[in-house]
């Protein structure tokens, strides 16, 4: 499967404006969190982030942000969600597309977006053209058995076998913040042992309840 991720984290220089669009809203969320961590450290970050929802900040509010200067920092990031709502908005748009021409040295500004379907609004096609872009298309069905088994070895070093991965996969399907989600389940069920069997996954689906937390889970577990 094709991970956009890296490419978000080596392309160009530090700073400027990235564009990261598409229907994957967890792997733009990863990758959020990614730019956000390669341009600020933890001494400095509370000082100089900023993260706004694109329908819900005025455009003067926004100008206010994009021009604060960093604190004891290189640089500051600024994060807007939802930037599609910019769009319809002149103002807003046009402030966005006067960073991308010409970027400001100590920013990022990192901007996440679900582009309509069949749009060809000339300010998505401006951003895919000049901004750092990268596309987050959803996961093709053939793909999530693959994604599982790196991830659960990534994230809790153990190993989930193929059939349960593909189990899961046709269980829940491609939205990968759902698997993400049922995948530390299983590491708590599962974890001690070291691999994610296919037994593994139906233990999830009949007993974990959806106001249950995993230390819940474990304990009613072992009380069965």
């Known amino acids: 499967m094709n991970n956009p991720l890296p490419k978000v984290l080596t392309q160009g220089s530090r700073g400027g ?13 990863e990758a959020v969190q990614a730019l956000v961590e390669v341009h600020l450290d933890q001494g400095t970050r509370d000082f100089n982030l900023d993260v ?3 329908s819900d900040v005025s455009v003067d509010d926004l100008a206010r942000i994009l021009a604060t200067p960093p604190m004891m920092a290189e640089r500051r990031v600024v994060v807007v969600r939802g ?12 402030l966005i597309l ?4 010409n970027p400001p040295s100590d920013l990022a500004l990192i901007l996440s977006a679900r ?3 069949r749009s060809k609004a000339k300010f998505y096609q401006t951003l895919i053209k000049r901004a750092q872009s990268v596309e987050f298309a959803m996961i093709a069905p053939e ?22 991965a593909r189990a899961l996969g046709q269980a829940i399907g491609t939205d990968l913040g759902i698997l993400s989600q ?4 299983l590491n708590t069920v599962a974890g001690e042992e070291g691999r994610i069997t296919l037994e593994h996954v139906p233990v999830s689906y009949t007993h974990l309840r959806a106001h249950e937390t995993s230390l819940h889970l474990v304990c009613r577990l072992l009380l069965e």
């Not at 930037?83 to 046009?94: I, K, N, P, Q, V």
């Not at 793909?143 to 349960?164: C, H, N, Q, S, Y």
């Open 17 to 29: 404006v990235f564009f990261l669009y598409g229907e994957d809203e967890h792997r733009k969320r």
């Open 143 to 164: 793909d999530v058995p693959g994604w599982l088994m790196e991830e659960v070895t990534v994230r809790f070093r153990i190993v989930m076998e193929p059939d349960a």
């Open 52 to 54: 706004v929802q694109a």
């Open 83 to 94: 930037t599609e709502a910019f769009a319809g908005a002149a103002r807003s748009r046009d």
């Open 115 to 117: 582009i309509p379907e």
């Open 182 to 185: 049922e995948i530390e389940k």
């Open 98 to 101: 006067g960073l991308v021409e």
